[in-house]
């Protein structure tokens, strides 16, 4: 099952905060968060374990709730540098990821 | 240099016309996978493979083929392409599967389309 994730796009300005929710209907052993950039390929980013475990990455941080199959990503004092498509993909324990539709992210200075 | 290779990185073809998508590897990555990124609808697995000769259906599956013959190697193979294949595919390797939470490494994308 496809997670949900929103909003679908956001529009920030540089310095501005922004929160990128992912959803699931499935239980969740891990989520796994990728940007891609325009043009490229998807980057790694994090992966948030059970337990609620918060794992950071620059300004960038993020949370699982492992009971409400949740997943939000954190961008504090946006950078421009932090404009793309956000992917949260998790593992519903079969041996892949499923990703979500992605949030495009754009910051103007 | 670490990396994940695709060829072509472009390719423009008919609707029946055999093709084949290799991807490479240089990072003795077991887990390799192929997805295909549609716009609103994100990156979906086409297949996947946890080492050699051991491969597996994602969730969009129909009207493709792989095979894992070395450790390195991935390629995707549209027997009869259709229209409903063009789209950006990416390959990606990982050291294991996601659910030993490792990070994937995904090929630089090669564009499809099919007249």
């Known amino acids: 099952q496809q997670p949900v994730q929103s909003p679908q796009a956001v529009i920030l300005r540089e310095g501005e905060d922004a929160v990128i929710n992912c959803s699931s209907s499935?239980?969740?052993?891990?989520v796994h968060w990728y940007r891609q950039k325009h043009g490229e390929a998807p980057v790694f980013l994090m992966i948030?374990?059970?337990?609620?475990e918060q794992k950071g990455h620059e300004k960038i941080s993020a949370s699982f709730n492992e009971k409400k199959q949740q997943s939000s990503l954190y961008l504090t004092a946006s950078q421009l540098s932090y404009s793309g498509t956000y992917f949260c993909?998790?593992?519903?324990?079969?041996?892949?990821?499923?990703f979500g539709q992605g949030t495009r992210l754009t910051i103007n200075p | 240099e670490a990396q994940v290779t695709q060829n072509p990185r472009y390719l423009i073809t008919v609707t029946g016309k055999k093709l084949t998508v290799t991807c490479s590897q240089n990072?003795?990555?077991?887990?390799m996978s192929w997805y295909r990124q549609d716009p609103g609808l994100g990156l979906r697995q086409i297949y996947y493979?946890?080492?050699?000769?051991?491969?597996d259906k994602g969730d969009v599956p129909e009207g493709y083929k792989v095979s894992r013959k070395e450790k390195r190697n991935f390629p995707l193979i549209l027997e009869s392409p259709s229209p409903n294949q063009t789209s950006l595919y990416f390959c990606?390797?990982?050291?294991?599967?996601?659910?030993?939470?490792?990070?994937?490494?995904f090929g630089p994308g090669t564009r499809l389309t099919v007249l």
């Open positions: 948030l374990l059970k337990g609620g």
């Open positions: 493979s946890m080492n050699v000769e051991v491969t």
């Open positions: 499935k239980a969740l052993y891990s």
């Open positions: 990606a390797s990982s050291v294991r599967s996601p659910q030993s939470n490792n990070e994937q490494f």
């Open positions: 993909g998790t593992d519903q324990g079969a041996q892949k990821l499923v």
């Open positions: 990072m003795n990555h077991e887990y």
